[in-house]
């Protein structure tokens, strides 16, 4: 599975948008970019997860840039409740192996 | 609701003493799985199942046993834990590439 890099913490104003952003520029074609969130040392919570197109349900919104070398994660309005640690993560869709390699993510702080 | 359990979510003991964590899913899930997640080092698998009776070793299987006899349930055991256990345990299951976590139990062993 390919690497991730996120940068290590941001800010964000409560009812901004919060752009969370990842870099995996040895992706593979049939890889796709998944994201997790992890608030407080509770269990990892599943956001979203794109293959090339762009994704948006309830939670957030994910952009893969045309190249697929990079994404965005958008929580459209941040909430304090928002605040965690934020997990970019590449694997194979169809992996059996079901493994999630987490990196360090970015930790948003959601300030009032 | 759809969920995974796990028990005891809090559990301090001392080395050598056999325990047991449980992990149960109501989601008919074939592909269940643990991690431990230390500072530093983040979330790795220590064991993970594919359907019942079929286990396999992840990253850090050392120290650790699995069994899955039911499709709903997959416990960790430790026979003989040790301080270098001492971590927060997360049982997750999967359905098309999603992962659904436990609240996590939070082992000390003195």
């Known amino acids: 599975d390919a690497k991730t890099t996120q940068p290590p913490s941001m800010d964000c104003a409560e009812g901004r948008a919060a752009n969370l952003p990842c870099n995996h520029s040895t992706i593979s074609g049939n890889e796709y970019v998944y994201w997790y969130r992890q608030i407080h040392s509770q269990g990892p919570q599943y956001i979203i997860h794109?293959?090339?197109n762009n994704e948006t349900n309830e939670m957030a919104s994910l952009i893969i840039t045309e190249d697929r070398k990079s994404s965005t994660l958008i929580l459209p309005h941040a909430t304090l409740r928002d605040t965690a640690v934020y997990y970019c993560?590449?694997?194979?869709?169809?992996?059996?192996?079901?493994?999630?390699?987490f990196g360090q993510g970015t930790t948003l702080q959601v300030k009032p | 609701e759809a969920q995974v359990t796990q028990n005891p979510r809090y559990l301090i003991t001392v080395t050598g003493k056999k325990l047991t964590v449980t992990c149960s899913q109501n989601m008919n899930h074939e592909y269940m799985s643990w991690y431990r997640q230390d500072p530093g080092l983040g979330l790795r698998q220590i064991y993970y199942?594919?359907?019942?009776?079929?286990?396999d070793k992840g990253d850090v299987p050392e120290g650790y046993k699995v069994s899955r006899k039911e499709k709903r349930n997959f416990p960790l055991i430790l026979e003989s834990p040790s301080p270098n256990q001492t971590s927060l345990y997360f049982c997750?299951?999967?359905?098309?590439?999603?992962?659904?976590f436990g609240p996590g139990t939070r082992l000390t062993v003195l």
């Open positions: 993560i590449v694997r194979v869709g169809s992996s059996n192996t079901g493994k999630l390699i």
């Open positions: 794109g293959l090339k």
């Open positions: 997750a299951s999967l359905e098309r590439g999603e992962q659904f």
């Open positions: 199942s594919m359907n019942v009776e079929v286990t």
